[in-house]
């Protein structure tokens, strides 16, 4: 056994032994998992894909006269930003998309800039054209500001992640005998592709499935520097289909997470839009599992054979029912380039970048080994294996 106090302590001397978890695989493969759990203190974790639920706050800071911006209109660029919060407080989504584009006839939803790019923009440094309009209060006079911001003029700017990281996903295919355009991807008539978005056995909530290491305060890689789990993730679904060991099937548990976004940067943080869906953001995130001992140890060394996927149709059981697994996979079948879907050959494409979660891990891999990056206990679990949530559905009534 070991804490996550005496792992630290071998971080600031110099002495810990860190590896991401490509390398434990090979690494428990020689050794066996308890001399694995001896050798090694930490696995790092990394995954680059499409995050729709994120976005970032701004405190723009206040103009002479002021402008009560809370409660009037404002746009980022010309992508519509919340502000109903404050004066001059304001969140961006990544899915957030203009009203106007020239696109948009052609491709309902296929918006070429949306919120997740001008985050990119933000966090590279770039000028923000910024525009609202306001009713006017005898504290807050002005109605109406045009100006440009940037992350070394406003007060403060941090990513809020409402739910990132998912633990597992479906693999969307199309059953119909039309194309169809999705959050997956384009997807071809008649099952003549197959999309997922997960680095498998690079992914961090695989690699501690029962969130035994992960949990409120988790110190994290997020965006190309520090940030923390915040919360658990909206739609956190920690009972879902699992193995037996407790390594999920589907779709489970996710993350809320947050961070500064003024020290990101675009390398990880990567605004894009679908066609035939909209706007969204790629997002970098990386986590530490701390070794504690050979359990953690055993999910950390699990690799693509492993973990297991369930394919969905998009064209009608995803839109209009609960959906059902036409069959499931595993990630080694699926980065193999083709999979079998109940006699049927098809070829498979990821849409998230496992090279980009290679370098994740490898980063974080380096901070801690140098000392620039402990680890952290969660101040509080997240929701478990035996939580017993209920995923609730809106209902027409």
């Known amino acids: 056994m070991k804490t996550i106090e005496e792992i630290n302590e071998k971080i600031k001397k110099g002495k810990v032994v860190v590896v991401t978890a490509e390398e434990m695989i090979d690494i428990t493969k020689k050794k066996g998992t308890k001399k694995a759990a001896q050798y090694v203190d930490v696995v790092t974790t990394g995954t680059f894909g499409p995050m729709c639920s994120s976005g970032m706050f701004v405190n723009v800071g206040h103009s002479k006269p002021r402008i009560k911006i809370g409660g009037g209109k404002c746009s980022l660029n010309d992508v519509p930003a919340y502000c109903g919060i404050a004066a001059v407080d304001l969140y961006i989504g990544a899915t957030a998309s203009p009203d106007d584009d020239p696109r948009n006839t052609v491709y309902p939803g296929a918006f070429k800039y949306g919120g997740g790019h001008v985050i990119e923009d933000f966090v590279n440094g770039k000028d923000i054209r910024l525009v609202a309009t306001a009713y006017g209060t005898d504290c807050y006079p002005r109605k109406k500001i045009e100006t440009y911001i940037n992350k070394n003029t406003v007060n403060e700017a941090y ?24 959050y997956m991807g384009s997807l071809k008539p008649n099952m003549n592709n197959a999309s997922y978005s997960s680095a498998g056995q690079l992914s961090p909530l695989l690699k501690d499935p029962k969130y035994r290491t992960i949990g409120i305060g988790t110190r994290i890689f997020l965006g190309g520097t520090v940030g923390y789990v915040s919360w658990n993730g909206t739609q956190h679904n920690p009972s879902a289909l699992r193995s037996p060991d407790g390594l999920p099937r589907a779709g489970a548990g996710t993350l809320a997470v947050t961070g500064n976004a003024k020290e990101m940067n675009g390398g990880f943080l990567k605004g894009a839009s679908f066609v035939g869906y909209g706007a969204t953001m ?27 996927a369930q394919v969905v149709d998009y064209s009608h059981d995803y839109p209009e029912r ?31 970048s496992y090279s980009k979660a290679q370098e994740i891990a490898s980063i974080l891999k380096e901070w801690i080994s140098v000392g620039s990056f402990l680890l952290s206990s969660p101040v509080a679990p997240l929701p478990g294996i035996d939580a017993g949530i209920k995923m609730n559905t809106l209902e027409e009534r």
């Open 159 to 182: 990513l809020y992640n409402p739910r990132n990281s998912y633990q597992n996903y479906n693999v969307a295919v199309n059953v119909s005998d039309k194309m169809i355009h999705t």
């Open 282 to 308: 790629f997002v970098g995130l990386g986590i530490p599992i701390p070794i504690l001992d050979e359990e953690m140890a055993y999910f950390t060394s699990r690799s693509d054979e492993d973990f297991w």
């Open 322 to 352: 609960i959906p059902k697994s036409l069959c499931e996979v595993t990630y080694a079948q699926l980065k193999s380039g083709k999979i079998n879907i109940n006699g049927k050959e098809v070829p498979t494409y990821p849409i998230s």
